[in-house]
T-cell receptor
């Protein structure tokens, strides 16, 4: 069973637009929600992360919105750039176990 | 990330062969992980190790084994490879002592089992 469900599978956005990727989780024990970015031929790298005590976290053009009651969280990329074209993974873990449960991934293409 | 290295980067093997994928890190982290990545499935945890004497199974450990030879080295073995183990394999590390949950991934090993 997929404990973290991610959508959409792929996304095409024009340069300057907003990219939105959504994730839903099932386990209410999860207390850490990171997003990882992966470029072709590379390993994933942490982009931004949030804990459930806040509803939003912003770092530059990247924002995580978190809805604890709905068990959903999303990544917003403002002013999307061609250099943002990559695969994005949401993930969840709990209790500092280090055991990340990943979503299925979203391939983002930002067109010039 | 050059701090986490994986060898080989690409490997083709035949069904039934035993192979080993190696991971080394210079970050000084206690925790190390092995994941596999499949299209449409994301990354799934195979094994993880919190220190040299602590090794744990992840979501999908069947058909795999691991060895933590030192703090810096964590190897993944496929005892008898099968075609559905064809995937992209990643090693990762994190620093528990700093209560830092960021995982740092290596560049991956692309494995094809014929």
């Amino acid at each position: 069973q997929q404990q973290v469900k991610q959508s959409p599978q792929s996304l095409i956005v024009q340069k300057g637009g907003i990219s939105i990727i959504n994730c839903a989780y099932e386990n209410t024990a999860f207390d850490y929600f990171p997003w990882y970015q992966q470029f072709p031929g590379k390993g994933p790298a942490l982009l931004i992360a949030i804990r459930p005590d806040v509803s939003e976290k912003k770092e530059g053009r990247f924002t995580i919105s978190f809805n604890k009651s709905a068990k959903q969280f999303s990544l917003h990329i403002m002013d999307s750039q061609p250099g943002d074209s990559a695969t994005y993974f949401c993930a969840a873990s709990y209790g500092n176990t280090g055991k990340l449960i990943f979503g299925q991934g979203t391939t983002l293409q930002v067109k010039p | 990330d050059a701090d986490v290295t994986q060898t080989p980067r690409n490997r083709i093997t035949k069904t039934g062969k035993r192979i080993m994928l190696e991971c080394s890190q210079t970050k000084g982290h206690d925790r190390m992980y092995w994941y596999r990545q499949d299209p449409g499935l994301g990354l799934r945890l195979i094994y993880y190790s919190f220190d040299v004497k602590d090794i744990n199974k992840g979501e999908i450990s069947d058909g795999y084994s691991v060895s933590r030879q030192a703090q810096a080295k964590f190897s993944l073995s496929l005892e008898s490879a099968i075609p559905n183990q064809t995937a992209l394999y990643f090693c990762a590390t994190s620093d528990f002592r700093a209560n830092e949950e960021t995982q740092y991934f290596g560049p991956g090993t692309r494995l094809l089992v014929l």
